[in-house]
Nanobody, 125 residues
Framework: QVHLVESGGGLVQAGGSLRLSCAASGSIFSINAMGWFRQAPGKEREFVGGINWSGINTYYADSVKGRFTISRSNVANMVYLQMNSLKPEDTAVYSC??????????????????WGQGTQVTVSS
């Protein structure tokens, strides 16, 4: 089993930045990829981006490309989501997720095995 805990959410003005963190624990050896998702009130959950556990390959939704960056720390079993140039439409609960298989451009957004509880990000206009 893998346990994921997000942190770093909060309230920020449009144009500002936030960095979310996701701490992974438990059966870390089974993780091959991590992803970030978000869900706004009344909307379906949306894929934000993903990264293979090697840290070499990253994939992003078109809505965040050029503004958001995913990275990971091998030492601390952490994955980060750096969010810049935030917009009010980025307001959502952000969750990290883990997969047992590596991701590709076509699989990055689907079938994750483990999920965190989420952290609220609110961007004011």
């Amino acid at each position: 089993q893998v346990h994921l805990v997000e942190s770093g959410g909060g309230l920020v003005q449009a144009g500002g930045s936030l960095r979310l963190s996701c701490a992974a624990s438990g059966s870390i050896f089974s993780i091959n990829a991590m992803g970030w998702f978000r869900q706004a009130p009344g909307k379906e959950r949306e894929f934000v981006g993903g990264i293979n556990w090697s840290g070499i390959n990253t994939y992003y939704a078109d809505s965040v490309k050029g503004r958001f960056t995913i990275s990971r720390s091998n030492v601390a079993n952490m994955v980060y989501l750096q969010m810049n140039s935030l917009k009010p439409e980025d307001t959502a609960v952000y969750s990290c997720a883990a997969k047992r298989v590596p991701i590709t451009a076509t699989s990055a957004s689907v079938r994750y095995d483990y999920w965190g509880q989420g952290t609220q990000v609110t961007v004011s206009s």
